[in-house]
C-alpha cells in the first residue's frame, strides 16, 4: 500500500515544482525577457487564475477516468509544457507554456490525494496527504532552491529544460509500477458535487484558503527579490536560502498531518498566527544572520503546514465528495496564490519590498477571523 502512494508523491514532487520552481527563477526571467518583476511576477498569477478557474470542474470531469492513465498523460503534458517554457523566446510563449500545466495540476492533486484517502481511510485521511505532500514539501526543499542555484550557473531555461526531462522519467515509473485502479461505480454525480457550494460553512471554507494563499503570496511570490535587493545576496546564497526555507518545511508538514486530523481550523488558526509572526520579523532582521534564519524558519514552517492543513480541511468538510472538495481547495488556493502575486507587485511598486510582511500579514489576520466564525459555524453540515 505504501508504494503507491511514494510514487503519487514522487510525481506530485515534479508537478508542484512546475508550478512554484518560478518564485527563485523570477529575476531571472525578468531580465532575460525585457520585463519587469512585477511583471513576471503576473506569470504566477495566469498560472494560479487558470487553476482556480478551471480546477473544480476539470477535477469533477475527471473524476470518472482510470488513475493511471490520467497521472501518466499529466505528467507527460508536464513534460512538453516546461519544454515550451525552456525554449520560450518571449513572454507570450511562456505565458502558454504556464498555462498548460495549469490545467493538468488540480486534477492531478485532488485525485491523488482521494486515491490516498482511499488506501488508508478517512481516519487517517491527514496522515496520507501528508505522505503525498512530502513531495511537496520536496518541491520547495529541493525543486525551488535547486532551481534557483541551476539558473545562476546556467540560466533559467535549463531548469525548465531539466523539469521537462525528470517529468517524461516520472511518467515512465508510474507506467511501470503503479497499479491500475478501478473506477468507483457509485461515483458522486457531477451535480450533487457543484450542490455542496450552497452551503455558506462551505463556502467559508473556500474563502479560508483564498485568504490564506493570498497572505503567503503576496509576500512569498517575491522573496527571492528580498533577499537579493535587501539582503544583498547573489543568487546562489538564495537558493540556498530557498533550500533552508523549505527544509523546515518538512517539521510543517509532519505537524501539520498531525495537527489537522485532532481538529482542523484550530490548525488553520495556529499556524496562520505564528507566520504573521515570521513574515513581520523578516525585514528587520534582513542583515541579522541568526534574526533572518529565525524569521524564515518560522515562516517556512507554517507555511508548509498550512498547504496541508487547507487541503485536508476542505476534504474533511465534504467527505462524501473528498476529490471536488480537495479541488475547491486548489482552485481557492490557487486564486489567493494570483491574488497574491499581483497585491505583492502592486506593493512594491508603490510602496517598496519592505511593506510586503505587512500587506501579506493583512490576510493571514483576516482568515484568523474566518476561521473563528467557521467554529461557531460548525454544527452545520456540509450536504450533497
Same mark, same amino acid.
Given at each position: 500500500?505504501?508504494?503507491?502512494?511514494?510514487?503519487?508523491?514522487?510525481?506530485?514532487?515534479?508537478?508542484?515544482?512546475?508550478?512554484?520552481?518560478?518564485?527563485?527563477?523570477?529575476?531571472?526571467?525578468?531580465?532575460?525577457?525585457?520585463?519587469?518583476?512585477?511583471?513576471?511576477?503576473?506569470?504566477?498569477?495566469?498560472?494560479?487564475?487558470?487553476?482556480?478557474?478551471?480546477?473544480?470542474?476539470?477535477?469533477?470531469?475527471?473524476?470518472?477516468?482510470?488513475?493511471?492513465?490520467?497521472?501518466?498523460?499529466?505528467?507527460?503534458?508536464?513534460?512538453?509544457?516546461?519544454?515550451?517554457?525552456?525554449?520560450?523566446?518571449?513572454?507570450?510563449?511562456?505565458?502558454?507554456?504556464?498555462?498548460?500545466?495549469?490545467?493538468?495540476?488540480?486534477?492531478?492533486?485532488?485525485?491523488?490525494?482521494?486515491?490516498?484517502?482511499?488506501?488508508?481511510?478517512?481516519?487517517?485521511?491527514?496522515?496520507?496527504?501528508?505522505?503525498?505532500?512530502?513531495?511537496?514539501?520536496?518541491?520547495?526543499?529541493?525543486?525551488?532552491?535547486?532551481?534557483?542555484?541551476?539558473?545562476?550557473?546556467? +540560466?533559467?531555461?535549463? @531548469?525548465? $529544460? &531539466?523539469?521537462? =526531462?525528470?517529468?517524461?522519467?516520472?511518467? *515512465?515509473?508510474?507506467? %511501470?509500477? /503503479?497499479?491500475?485502479?478501478?473506477?468507483?461505480?457509485?461515483?458522486?454525480?457531477?451535480?450533487?458535487?457543484?450542490?455542496?457550494?450552497?452551503?455558506?460553512?462551505?463556502?467559508?471554507?473556500?474563502?479560508?484558503?483564498?485568504?490564506?494563499?493570498?497572505?503567503?503570496?503576496?509576500?512569498?511570490?517575491?522573496?527571492?527579490?528580498?533577499?537579493?535587493?535587501?539582503?544583498?545576496?547573489?543568487?546562489?546564497?538564495?537558493?540556498?536560502?530557498?533550500?533552508?526555507?523549505?527544509?523546515?518545511?518538512?517539521?510543517?508538514?509532519?505537524?501539520?498531518?498531525?495537527?489537522?486530523?485532532?481538529?482542523?481550523?484550530?490548525?488553520?488558526?495556529?499556524?496562520?498566527?505564528?507566520?504573521?509572526?515570521?513574515?513581520?520579523?523578516?525585514?528587520?532582521?534582513?542583515?541579522?544572520?541568526? +534574526?533572518?534564519?529565525? @524569521?524564515? $524558519? &518560522?515562516?517556512? =514552517?507554517?507555511?508548509?503546514?498550512?498547504? *496541508?492543513?487547507?487541503? %485536508?480541511? /476542505?476534504?474533511?468538510?465534504?467527505?462524501?465528495?473528498?476529490?471536488?472538495?480537495?479541488?475547491?481547495?486548489?482552485?481557492?488556493?490557487?486564486?489567493?496564490?494570483?491574488?497574491?502575486?499581483?497585491?505583492?507587485?502592486?506593493?512594491?511598486?508603490?510602496?517598496?519590498?519592505?511593506?510586503?510582511?505587512?500587506?501579506?500579514?493583512?490576510?493571514?489576520?483576516?482568515?484568523?477571523?474566518?476561521?473563528?466564525?467557521?467554529?461557531?459555524?460548525?454544527?452545520?453540515?456540509?450536504?450533497?
Amino acid at each position: 500500500m505504501l508504494l503507491p502512494i511514494l510514487l503519487l508523491s514522487a510525481a506530485g514532487f515534479t508537478v508542484l515544482t512546475t508550478e512554484f520552481v518560478i518564485v527563485g527563477l523570477l529575476p531571472s526571467i525578468a531580465r532575460d525577457l525585457g520585463i519587469s518583476v512585477s511583471q513576471a511576477g503576473l506569470l504566477v498569477t495566469l498560472f494560479a487564475f487558470t487553476v482556480a478557474a478551471f480546477g473544480p470542474f476539470l477535477t469533477a470531469y475527471f473524476a470518472r477516468f482510470e488513475r493511471k492513465r490520467l497521472f501518466i498523460s499529466i505528467l507527460l503534458m508536464f513534460g512538453v509544457a516546461n519544454t515550451l517554457a525552456a525554449l520560450a523566446p518571449n513572454i507570450w510563449v511562456m505565458s502558454l507554456a504556464r498555462l498548460i500545466p495549469a490545467l493538468g495540476l488540480p486534477v492531478f492533486w485532488a485525485l491523488a490525494s482521494e486515491t490516498a484517502v482511499d488506501i488508508v481511510g478517512p481516519e487517517y485521511a491527514g496522515r496520507a496527504i501528508a505522505k503525498i505532500g512530502f513531495g511537496i514539501v520536496c518541491a520547495t526543499v529541493f525543486g525551488i532552491p535547486v532551481g534557483t542555484l541551476i539558473s545562476d550557473v546556467f +540560466g533559467w531555461r535549463t @531548469a525548465f $529544460g &531539466i523539469l521537462a =526531462v525528470v517529468a517524461v522519467l516520472k511518467a *515512465l515509473l508510474l507506467l %511501470v509500477y /503503479l497499479p491500475s485502479t478501478k473506477v468507483k461505480k457509485d461515483e458522486v454525480t457531477l451535480r450533487s458535487q457543484f450542490k455542496i457550494l450552497r452551503n455558506p460553512v462551505m463556502q467559508g471554507h473556500v474563502l479560508l484558503s483564498i485568504l490564506v494563499f493570498s497572505g503567503m503570496f503576496t509576500a512569498y511570490t517575491y522573496l527571492a527579490d528580498i533577499l537579493e535587493r535587501l539582503a544583498g545576496f547573489d543568487g546562489t546564497l538564495v537558493g540556498w536560502c530557498l533550500m533552508g526555507f523549505g527544509a523546515v518545511g518538512l517539521l510543517g508538514n509532519s505537524l501539520g498531518g498531525r495537527a489537522v486530523d485532532r481538529h482542523p481550523l484550530i490548525a488553520s488558526m495556529v499556524f496562520c498566527g505564528l507566520m504573521i509572526t515570521g513574515m513581520l520579523a523578516l525585514v528587520p532582521a534582513i542583515h541579522s544572520t541568526l +534574526g533572518l534564519a529565525a @524569521a524564515m $524558519g &518560522i515562516w517556512g =514552517v507554517t507555511q508548509a503546514a498550512l498547504f *496541508l492543513v487547507s487541503h %485536508v480541511r /476542505l476534504m474533511k468538510a465534504a467527505p462524501h465528495a473528498p476529490a471536488f472538495a480537495a479541488s475547491l481547495n486548489i482552485a481557492g488556493a490557487n486564486l489567493g496564490i494570483g491574488l497574491g502575486a499581483m497585491v505583492g507587485g502592486r506593493v512594491i511598486d508603490t510602496l517598496g519590498l519592505g511593506s510586503l510582511g505587512f500587506a501579506a500579514s493583512g490576510f493571514i489576520l483576516l482568515s484568523i477571523l474566518l476561521a473563528l466564525w467557521l467554529m461557531s459555524a460548525k454544527p452545520r453540515e456540509v450536504c450533497a
